[in-house]
């Protein structure tokens, strides 16, 4: 199974097991999904879903959005995304389906994609963790510079990609094999062991782990 759903971060929390064993999880908000559009290998060139979450406004979306969502006989959607599927998994695939958190269980490992927190423009220190120069007698005002970039005649330059300062954060980034720790399906909760990518109402998507079965198991392994 390849399809996943789309999520918004709620915020992290912490359960205990029958041990007393505290676990770390982060709550995610999973609303029924709709598909919205199918994509064929005839039509398009590959299979794959789009789905929607939640609902908006008809008055909130422009004309080509809303008979987009009109064509699918769904409400548009606050956020969509779209997931490359096999062809074998669009059998059960319709337009206008729901799709809920029932296609998850508890224990399986997931892929959770998110865009992390943007920290505006950050020095060398905090965006590559460099560390500081020397801050006793003699050092003035370099005591968080990053030193030396370049070179001399040969090759004269600076290389592309070299570590300086920059905008750090507001990336898309995904945490790999997390495991799902409990499904709440009456209130669409869904909680995962450790932290996710992203301030509290970031959008997620979730996924079937790619590295690691339902039963914790590697490929290869």
Known sequence: MTIGLLGKKCGMTRIYTDEGIAIPVTIIEVLPNHVTQIKTVDNDGYAAIQVSMGERKRSRVNKPTAGHFAKAGVVPGISTKEF?????????????????????????????????????????????????????????????????????????????????????????????????????MERNLVMIRGAVPGAPSTFVVIRPAIKKSAQGEGHGN
Do not use: C
């Open 84 to 184: 490359t599927v096999k062809n074998e998994e669009m059998n059960d695939i319709v337009l206008g389906a729901e799709i809920k958190l029932d296609r998850f269980t508890e224990g399986q490992f997931v892929d959770v994609t998110s865009t992390s927190k943007g920290k505006g423009y950050a020095g060398a220190i905090k965006r590559h963790h460099f560390r500081s120069q020397d801050a006793t007698h003699g050092n003035s005002l370099s005591h968080r510079a990053p030193g030396s970039i370049g070179q001399r005649q040969s090759p004269g330059k600076v290389f592309k990609g070299k570590k300086m300062s920059g905008h750090l954060g507001d990336k898309q980034r995904t945490i790999l094999s997390q495991r799902i720790v409990r499904i709440d």
